[in-house]
């Protein structure tokens, strides 16, 4: 069985430049073709949104007007709605592959002196500023109106939950119950329970042959309980928040802390014989304090990366580690790094089998993989094919109670862009993914459902024009 739609998104962006601040606003539209009737009414949704709106106020610029001197650091202030994007986007990005993309109601503090920057972000998430409305509890704002209960039939989403079917999330919670072979995460990358707030601190140190940078990232979720409302003759299992009055403003004392901290290292080495420039990437991060299922938290991500880039081809050769749990790591702890809130189309293949919405391997992930891309000689023409040799970090069991082998599977992606012109690119993708029997209890497929290989093709138009305004 096979399915074909075109998605299509339209973004228009707005800049602004008036010393000493800049503005930004971002508007989107997403939108499958014949999804929506020629008329539509309120019942038929919005997908209209915005993506971007800030203001960067600028606290001390580099050259003051009046003084007519540079000052020794240049620091600002940016509020609003914003994408972060850090290093290569792995664990903080703004997900553009995805048609919705990802973004950030926050203020963000920014410190730039010579090579070094310092960002300090801060976020605090609320459902509603209406009378009579407090606590800190917060559900996300993108819930289904209509759920499928325990046995398959469509009913509306009781009010006030998370149903743990939504958005990447199965019934036998690995956190709670089931095999930790198979069962997706509530929390990796899942809007089914967004952070209530999040305060971070990134410094990076760059010159012209290396790159160091350090990322502190604490998140906090809401408590909940786990609660079942009985509709047409089954379940709708899910979480309720728990409310509880801050003490004082941004209280964070109701609510579960998660802490990721950890570094990335790139440079330049000496080219090779005159063959091109070689490049060596080390990244490796620690979690900690409590996942959002208020689990105690101990898990682990490294990576190394070789890339060799001489004029018209470039080589990566990687290799990454996503901690997971063993079959027997006790029910009240957690191992399973969360990849946080960056792009993993990016890193982990271009099926999205992994830390995307579709969930992620209980066990863990190892990725062994290499990547090579032709540039022609005007870069009009690109092509590139990727390889990756995916692996769990973890022994696991099926639903069996047997041991499973840790090989899931071999990804291939075959990426071909071609530039039409200076506002136009058309992009056309191949990706199979050669499955082993593991995979199945890794994505919870029946043996309908289970299929050898996976396949995916798509083609993609780009269009980019610049609006310039002239008086």
Do not use: C
Not at 15 to 44: C, E, H
Not at 265 to 280: C, E, P, T, Y
Request: charged share 20%; glycine share 8%.
């Amino acid at each position: 069985m096979t399915a074909a739609f075109t998605s299509q998104r339209t973004r228009m962006s707005f800049n602004y430049q008036v010393d000493p601040m800049l503005f930004k606003v971002s508007i989107q539209d997403i939108r499958v073709w014949g999804q929506d009737a020629s008329t539509i009414s309120n019942a038929d949704g919005s997908r209209l949104m915005l993506h971007e709106g800030w203001a960067e106020i600028r606290l001390s610029p580099q050259r003051d007007s009046l003084k007519k001197i540079a000052t020794a650091v240049n620091a600002s202030l940016k509020i609003g709605r914003q994408e972060l994007n850090y290093d290569d986007a792995r664990l903080i990005g703004n997900l553009d592959w995805l048609q919705q993309g990802r973004h950030h109601d926050m203020a963000l503090l920014r410190f730039r002196k010579s090579q070094w920057q310092l960002e300090i972000g801060k976020a605090y998430n609320q459902n509603s500023d209406a009378t009579g409305i407090s606590g800190t509890s917060y559900l996300p704002g993108n819930l289904p109106v209509y759920i499928k209960n325990s046995v398959g039939v469509i009913v509306p989403n009781p009010a006030g939950m998370v149903p743990l079917t939504a958005m990447g999330n199965i019934y036998n919670n690995s956190a709670r119950t089931g095999s930790p072979a198979y069962s997706n995460s509530s929390g990796i990358n899942s809007p089914s329970q967004d952070y209530k707030s999040f305060t971070h601190l990134y410094l990076v140190y760059k010159s012209s042959t290396s790159s160091y940078s350090f990322l502190f990232f604490n998140d906090r979720f809401g408590k909940y309980k786990l609660d079942s409302v009985p509709l047409d003759g089954g379940f709708v299992y899910g979480r309720r928040f728990v409310k509880s009055t801050p003490a004082y403003p941004f209280d964070y004392s109701g609510l579960t802390n998660r802490f990721t901290y950890g570094m990335m290292a790139s440079r330049d080495l000496a080219d090779i014989n005159g063959i091109g420039k070689f490049n060596l990437q080390l990244a490796a991060y620690y979690q900690s304090g409590r996942d959002r299922d208020r689990l105690p938290l101990n898990a682990y991500h490294y990576s190394l990366m070789a890339s060799l880039q001489t004029k018209s081809f470039g080589y990566n050769l990687g290799y990454e580690v996503l901690s997971g749990n063993k079959t027997s790591t006790p029910p009240k702890q957690s191992h399973r790094f969360d990849p946080l809130y960056g792009t993993p189309h990016r890193h982990w293949g271009y099926l999205d089998y992994f830390y995307t919405g579709t969930g992620a391997p209980a066990g863990g992930l190892k990725d062994m993989y290499f990547k090579t891309r032709w540039v022609a000689r005007k870069k009009r023409l690109s092509s590139g094919l990727d390889v990756h040799a995916f692996y769990l970090q973890q022994e696991s069991q099926n639903t069996e109670g047997g041991a499973i082998k840790n090989y899931l599977g071999t990804e291939l992606d075959w990426i071909n862009s071609y530039v039409l012109n200076k506002y136009t690119t058309l992009e056309v993708g191949l990706a199979a993914l050669f499955n082993s029997a593991s995979m199945r209890f890794v994505k919870n497929l029946d043996d309908e459902s289970y299929k050898p290989t996976s396949k995916w093709a798509y083609v993609q138009i780009n269009i980019k024009p610049d609006f310039i305004l002239k008086n």
